[in-house]
């Protein structure tokens, strides 16, 4: 490959890679396992920055938006900025950090959530695949007490028993 060729697909490599992130909020929305699935590598990994595993494999993670498909009502996912680092060293490995939020419908109260994917992408065969998706939060909490809950340290607020401190920003 010349250098324009390398850049070229450097471009494309990109706008697949960006188009996985929003691909997935749109299958997670309309609850399309199989279309979640797609996303991800056979020995992907998906958990949080707080240590919670959601799944390792596909089947895993297939199990786990199933469990999550049954008691969450509508949810509207958000894909804000994309950075993507690609691996010098080997052209089908790349890191990349997501911001988003989404809008939930969760045990019967309207939530929002601003959060980051720590993603890791490979590509396969079939194109460019999450190999892990680790996701990290700023808050998740009931609509109604975001005002207070914004300035709170325990900005996690989606199990109602027990609050927590967010992932980011650090020190806060």
Known sequence: ?????????RLEDLEEIRGLAVRYGFAVDER????????????????????PGKGKGVAAIADYFRGRFDVLGPT???THGHVV????EDPDQAT???????EVWRDGAPMITALRYHDRYRRGPDGWRFA???QSYMYFV??????????DRLRMRANKDAWQKADWPAGL
């Not at 680092?85 to 010098?88: A, G, K, L, M, V």
């Open 1 to 9: 490959m010349n250098d324009l060729e390398r850049r070229i697909r």
């Open 32 to 51: 399309d396992l199989d279309g979640v699935c797609a996303l991800f590598t056979e020995d992907a990994e998906l958990r949080t920055m707080s240590g």
């Open 76 to 78: 509207n996912h958000f």
């Open 85 to 88: 680092d690609f691996d010098d």
């Open 96 to 102: 990349g950090l997501v911001s988003s939020h989404a």
């Open 132 to 134: 892990e998706r680790v």
């Open 142 to 151: 009931d609509v109604r007490e975001y005002p207070q809950a914004l300035g």
